[in-house]
Structure formats: structure tokens, C-alpha cells
């Protein structure tokens, strides 16, 4: 049988009371409109009775406040932003919000139409990681919109709105000085073909590093959509062939690091013996493979405090009285036995 819908108006006519009594109470708005207690009571050990659950959409078209926090990133099923979602989810449980979660697939279009949708659904802010490609004057509108924006993993320097980031530039500087400490000078650097501004600093640190100690750049740029395929594995080799003197290979994602590895091994090369390697952002696997992998790894916890704490402050603040919130966080070097072995 099917459960009976009950509505306010319902709830009303069998009370024997006002339409807008009800939704006072429902609202928790009866005692500044001094309903009494007794009607009060009446009307919530009703609803407890029934079993009313007023219909979320509706409530959040009526009051604009749905207590509800987008989070989109370009995949919720990558370990690094799921495990920032639940703690993201945690925290905001026990201040009354709920979090909507969405892959952008790094679809520009895709992440405009979610965004328009959730709009309409009166969401009160939105956690993004920008898709490459991303209109910045879409998102300069949005950031001035009534529910808040904050950008996470990486910014557009042209857009000026709040975001919680790491320092790119430093975290991939700590894993290339370790290289040069262990005495290596022929370090490569696998990266990903992309604008966006992770990317670029990581890549930028690279750079710095060659022209500051007179080394010869050896970067391998994978195109993005093509990164997890079968023509990543043959363009990784062809360049471990070409760069037989190779000593150490920065890794710019840990996703092209699990891919690297995997090349490493058929091309039979040793680790750390022949060749020291560094993951920017730690994975579990690179705890448990043999041998284990250093690694450049993102503080989480402090990433998702600083991302709910910051879009808290911003939904309760009055929007011609906020101001954005630019974080940028430390990554810290985890060494491991990829690059154990010290060049005399």
C-alpha cells in the first residue's frame, strides 16, 4: 500500500487551525509570531504522529536556505577527494548541512549545467575544483551570487574569489631538493599538459630548479584525457628509453606515478638502484609497494577544515559584508625507500 502524503494544508484542516500557524511551527518561527505552547505542542506531536517530513525543494524555494553545500570535483572516486568529501561531510553534519556530491568529469559544459541546476535547487554554496577550460566570467558571477563559492585544489588567478589551495610551488620544491641532497643531477619530470594552476606551479618549481643549478630540463607532458591509457604507457617508455642516464623522476600526480611504476618495472629498471622517484600526493599504495614510494603529501584534514570552516563563515555572514577567503596550506615530503639510495 501506498504510504499517504500529508501536506501543511492537510495538517491544518485536521488541527482545525491556520495554513500559516502550521507553518510557523514547522519553521520554528511560532514563538516570535507568540503562538502559544499549547498550540505549539499540539501541532509538533501531530506531525511526530503522522509522520510528516516536509518536502526539502519546497521548503528551500519558500526560505531560500536549503542547508544543503555542493561539492564538485573532477572525480569524487579519486582517493584524494573522497577522503576530503567525508571529512568535508562530518563536520558539516554537526552544523546542520548536508553535502551534495558531483563528478565534473573536467567538463567545463557539464560542470555549468550542474551548477544551474543546483542553483534552481537554492543550494547554500559550492566547494569546485575548476574543469580545465572553465569560463572564468561564469564563475566571477557566480562567486558574487547570494550562496557562496570557494575554489579548492586550484584557482583562476583572474577570477577574485575565495579559495583553500596548497602551495604547489613548495611542495614540489622539497621533493627535487631531496633529489639534489642524494647528489642526482639528470631528474625528469612527468607531468600532466595542463593550464591549470596546480600544474603549472608544480611544473614551474621544475624549471627553477634546472635553471638555478645548470641541469637539463627532461619533462614528459602526458595530454590529460589521455593519461590513463594504453598511450601513456608507450609514450612513458619511449621516454625512459630516450633518457637512458636518468637518475630520479618527479612524478607532478600520483595517479602518473602508479602508471610510471608499472613502466619502471617492465623496462626492468630498479628503484632506488637505478633510478629515485618522488609522487607529488601520497596514495596508499605507495605505503605498501615494493619498495614503498616518497611522496609529496597534501594535509587533508587541514584542506577540508579550512574549505567548511571558511564556507560556514560565508553563509552566515551577509553577502555585501564578505570578503574572499584565500588559503594556501603546506604540503609536507613523506621519504620513503624510492629514494633511500645516496649518490657519492
Keep these: 500500500m501506498q504510504k499517504k502524503k500529508h501536506s501543511i494544508k492537510a495538517i491544518a484542516k485536521e488541527l482545525n487551525i491556520s ?3 502550521v507553518s510557523f511551527v514547522l519553521n520554528g518561527k511560532a514563538q516570535e509570531n507568540r503562538i502559544s505552547q499549547k498550540l ?13 517530513q516536509p518536502s526539502q525543494l519546497a521548503k528551500s524555494l519558500r526560505t531560500g536556505k536549503s542547508n544543503i553545500i555542493v561539492f564538485m570535483v573532477e572525480d569524487i572516486s579519486n582517493p584524494f577527494f ?44 559550492y566547494i569546485l575544483t575548476p574543469p580545465v577550460g572553465m569560463d572564468a566570467g561564469f564563475l566571477t558571477e557566480l562567486s558574487k551570487d547570494r550562496n557562496p563559492l570557494i575554489l579548492f585544489d586550484r584557482y583562476l588567478p583572474e577570477v577574485d574569489c575565495s579559495y583553500v589551495v596548497i602551495d604547489n610551488f613548495q611542495g614540489a620544491k622539497q621533493g627535487l631538493d631531496l633529489f639534489l641532497e642524494n647528489g642526482l643531477k639528470n631528474i625528469g619530470f612527468v607531468t600532466i599538459d595542463s593550464d591549470q594552476s596546480q600544474m603549472h606551479n608544480r611544473r614551474e618549481a621544475y624549471i627553477q630548479m634546472c635553471k638555478q643549478h645548470g641541469l637539463e630540463e627532461r619533462i614528459l607532458e602526458i595530454p590529460y584525457d589521455t593519461y590513463s591509457s594504453q598511450e601513456t604507457e608507450a609514450v612513458m617508455k619511449a ?10 623522476v618527479f612524478y607532478a600526480t600520483n595517479y602518473l606515478a602508479m602508471k610510471g611504476m608499472q613502466v619502471v618495472k617492465q623496462l626492468k629498471i ?19 609497494n615494493t619498495p614503498s614510494v616518497s611522496s609529496i603529501e597534501q594535509p587533508k584534514e587541514e584542506i577540508a577544515q579550512s574549505l567548511i570552516q571558511s564556507m560556514l563563515k560565508m553563509i552566515n555572514t551577509e553577502q555585501d559584508k564578505r570578503e574572499p577567503s584565500k588559503i594556501i596550506l603546506q604540503a609536507s615530503l613523506k621519504g620513503r625507500e624510492s629514494t633511500n639510495k645516496t649518490v657519492k
Design 19 to 21: 495554513v500559516t500557524t
Design 40 to 52: 505549539i505542542d499540539k501541532v509538533q506531536a501531530y506531525v511526530k504522529k503522522i509522520g510528516y
Design 82 to 125: 573522497a577522503t576530503i568529501a567525508k571529512m568535508i561531510e562530518d563536520r558539516a553534519f554537526k552544523d546542520g548541512y548536508k553535502i551534495i556530491y558531483s563528478s565534473t568529469n573536467n567538463d567545463p559544459v557539464k560542470t555549468m549545467g550542474l551548477i544551474s541546476m543546483f542553483r534552481d535547487l537554492q543550494v547554500d554554496g
Design 270 to 288: 630498479k628503484i632506488p638502484d637505478d633510478l629515485q622517484v618522488i609522487a607529488f600526493d601520497d596514495n596508499e599504495f605507495f605505503k605498501f
Design 239 to 248: 621516454y625512459f628509453e630516450t633518457n637512458q642516464g636518468l637518475e630520479a
